[in-house]
Every structure is written in structure tokens, then in C-alpha cells.
């Protein structure tokens, strides 16, 4: 799945640079809840679709992308319903997909490096102030953006093999071998990182 | 911080993260859509330690931040970041930082298994509920405003939820650190 990601194309918002779309993505993100016209927010909603399509990633590849997240809004759409606030849910439903399609698309059409030098640059100022190491702090924000699809879909992995295995689906079922998966991994990413010697450490705290 | 440091810390801001996009176990009885997230928010001081715990929070705040949809539900954007609930998501960095200090101390070579699992308990409950509750609803009655007898009841309601995520991050941190050797820091 992580390998679908960020990857190579030509469309016109693989051509746009990142910074661009990263701050594409804050003013809308922000924008939107503030916005409470449910017309408004739908066409919102169908554009981010609409814009996420236009990727190249395909209509099955997407859905399948964000099934889970979208049958999390699905349920609280229907619990404001539930309570008799149908206004609220025609707002939050479609300001939430719209979101989740906005960024989805965003991670899709920029490279791992691209984003990286993206952060790295945006985090230049706080470098200068003597905060942070801008080059690490960045890697650390790109490997989590990464990571999220990776570890839903590891999550639905252990699901589904202890649902076929007759297991009964205890939080700590899943958590326990999902945290230790992490971890595990967090270790390969480390060392994958150090066998490349990147970045250099400039002995200036995260 | 080394490498490995960075990597842990980046992959439990993934985790805490999924956490949230992941609908979670449907508890019996329950008509809201429950996810972990806030659970992984006290595992993440339980298991890393309090430096780098608050280290991963404050890389899921950033993207929040940035507009990425990272909270419960696909919640993300500035206005996250100002709005009636940001001492919540703030107070998860204090969160963090005080049940991995609880953890760093209680469970040790040096204690008693009860005493182990009662520190874990104890962190995530100090940690994720009396002190990101106290930020929480500090901000709901200073910064947004609320009476404080209403920001106070309207967040009580959450509690049970909670404590409930409280005794699962602990357990998950006993558990895992069973599988895998981790020291915090």
C-alpha cells in the first residue's frame, strides 16, 4: 500500500510544488471548519473528490485507500442524525470528507523527498533560532505522514486474521502485535536511515 | 536524540494517528463511534518515556496543524488548533510527558509486579485523564468562554470512555514490553 503512495506522475498536481499544496491543504482545512453552509460544504466535498481522482489513482484504489476513515465519518454522521441533529451532520460529513480526499491526494502526489524538502525549508526559521534541527524534525514529520497508511492497513491485517482464526476482537487483541509491530519496524526505518547517513546530526536537540 | 529515537518517534505518530482513523472496537450499549486514539496517546508516554512521548504528540499536533486529517474521525486543520477544544489537543503534549515520568519511576526492576502495574494505571489515569482534563477544560472556560459547570460536566461525560483507555494503554504497555526491550527515556 506504502508503495502506492507518492508516487511518480504527470498530472497537473504532481506538478505543483509541494509548499504549495501543503499550504493549499492549511488555509482549506481551516477554512472549512468555519464554514456551516451544508451546500457549500458538499461542493467542497465533491471537488476534494473530484481533485483526488484527477491522480491517476483510480476510483478502487481510493476508495479502498480510505474505507476505514470514511465508515468512521459514516458512523458519526449517523449518530448526530441519530440525536435529531440533521443540521450537524450535513456539515460535519461532508467537511470531513472533504478533508480526508484533500490530503489523501496531497500524500499522493508528492515524493517522499519532496515533502521532506518541503518541511525542512518551512522549519529553516526555527533551525535559525536554535530550536530545533530542522533536518531531523522534518524526516520525523514525512516518516509519520508515511507510515499512517501502513499501519491501518496493518491494523486491518490483524483484524481479519484473528476474525478468521474465530478470535473475539478485544482492544488489547489488536493493540498488543500492532505496537509491537511498530516498534519493530521503527528499529528497520532507524537503521534503514543510519545505513544511508541521513541526516547528519548536528547535535542540536529535536 | 539518535536515529532510533527519531524512528520511534515518528512511527507512534503514525500509530496515534491510525489509532484515530480506525473505528475502534463497538463497545456494547454504545452509540458513539469510539476510537483508541487518546489510549495511544498514554502508551506513548507509557511506552517510550516522557521525553520521547511528548516528542510524538507534538508531531501529530504539527500535522493537525499542517491540515492533515490525523484526529478521530478525520478531524485536522488550524482550526483545530484555536478552537473550543485545543486545550485537549495541547494537553496531550502534558499528558504524555507525565505518564511516561509516572511510568520512568513505578515500573522498574526495582518494584513489585502490583506496584509495576499500578504505576502504569496510575500514569495513564494522572497523565490522560486529571491532567489533560485540567488543560481541557481550562481552555473550554478561559479561552472558549464555557461556563465552568458546564465545561466541566460536558467533558465528565468522557471520563468512563477514558478510564476504560487508561486500563488498555496500561495493559498494552505490560504486555508489549514482554515482547519487545525498550528503555525509556
Redesign the interface.
Known amino acids: 500500500m506504502i508503495d502506492g503512495l507518492g508516487s511518480t506522475g504527470t498530472t497537473p498536481l504532481h506538478r505543483l510544488p509541494a509548499g504549495v499544496k ?1 499550504a493549499g ?6 477554512v ?3 464554514v456551516r453552509e451544508p451546500m457549500v460544504l458538499t461542493a467542497v466535498a465533491a471537488a476534494a473528490i473530484a481533485v483526488a481522482l484527477s491522480t491517476g489513482r483510480g476510483v478502487a484504489a481510493t476508495a479502498r485507500d480510505l474505507a ?2 470514511l ?3 459514516a ?2 454522521g449517523a ?1 448526530e442524525w ?1 440525536l435529531g441533529d440533521g443540521e450537524v451532520a450535513a456539515c460535519v460529513v461532508p467537511r ?1 470528507v472533504a ?2 480526499f ?2 489523501h491526494a496531497v500524500t499522493l502526489t508528492t515524493s517522499t523527498a519532496e515533502l521532506a524538502e518541503t518541511f525542512e525549508a518551512g522549519l529553516a526559521p526555527f533551525e535559525r533560532l536554535g530550536l530545533i534541527d530542522a533536518g ?1 524534525a522534518a ?3 514525512t ?6 497508511p ?3 492497513e496493518e ?2 491485517e490483524i483484524r481479519e486474521a484473528q476474525a478468521a482464526r474465530g478470535l473475539s ?4 487483541a ?3 502485535p ?3 509491530r ?6 528497520e ?2 537503521d534503514a ?2 545505513a544511508r547517513g541521513f541526516p547528519p ?1 548536528k547535535n542540536s ?2 | 536524540m539518535t536515529t532510533r529515537d527519531l524512528g520511534f518517534v515518528a512511527l507512534f505518530a503514525a500509530l496515534i494517528v491510525a489509532l484515530g482513523l480506525v473505528p475502534a472496537v463497538p463497545l456494547a450499549g454504545l452509540p458513539v463511534p469510539i476510537t483508541l486514539q487518546s489510549a495511544g496517546v498514554m502508551l506513548a508516554g507509557l511506552l517510550l518515556g516522557p521525553k520521547r512521548g511528548t516528542a510524538a504528540v507534538a508531531v501529530v499536533i504539527a500535522l493537525v496543524g499542517l491540515g492533515f486529517p490525523v484526529l478521530s474521525g478525520g478531524r485536522g486543520g488550524l482550526a483545530v488548533w484555536v478552537g473550543p477544544t485545543a486545550g485537549f489537543l495541547f494537553g496531550w503534549l502534558a499528558a504524555a510527558f507525565v505518564a511516561g515520568t509516572v511510568a520512568m519511576r513505578l515500573d522498574t526492576e526495582a518494584h513489585a509486579p502490583g506496584v509495576r502495574l499500578a504505576g502504569l494505571i496510575g500514569g495513564a489515569i494522572l497523565g490522560g485523564i486529571v491532567v489533560l482534563y485540567a488543560f481541557g477544560i481550562a481552555w473550554l472556560t478561559f479561552g472558549a468562554g464555557f461556563a465552568f459547570p458546564k465545561a466541566f460536566v460536558g467533558s465528565m461525560t468522557f471520563l468512563p470512555g477514558d478510564i476504560a483507555k487508561a486500563l488498555i494503554a496500561a495493559f498494552v504497555t505490560a504486555q508489549v514490553r514482554r515482547a519487545f526491550r525498550l528503555e525509556r527515556k
Not at chain 1, 511498530?182 to 528499529?187: I, K, M, N, S, Y
Open positions: 501543503l491543504l492549511a488555509v482549506i482545512a481551516t472549512l471548519f468555519v476505514l476513515p465508515g468512521l465519518v458512523a458519526i449518530v441519530g470531513l478533508l480526508l484533500l490530503a531531523r524526516l520525523t514529520l516518516l509519520a505522514i508515511r507510515f499512517v501502513l499501519i491501518v491494523a486491518r476482537i478485544r482492544p488489547t489488536l493493540i498488543v500492532l505496537v509491537v511498530v516498534l519493530v519496524r521503527a528499529e526505518v532507524a536511515i543510519d546530526n536537540n529535536m
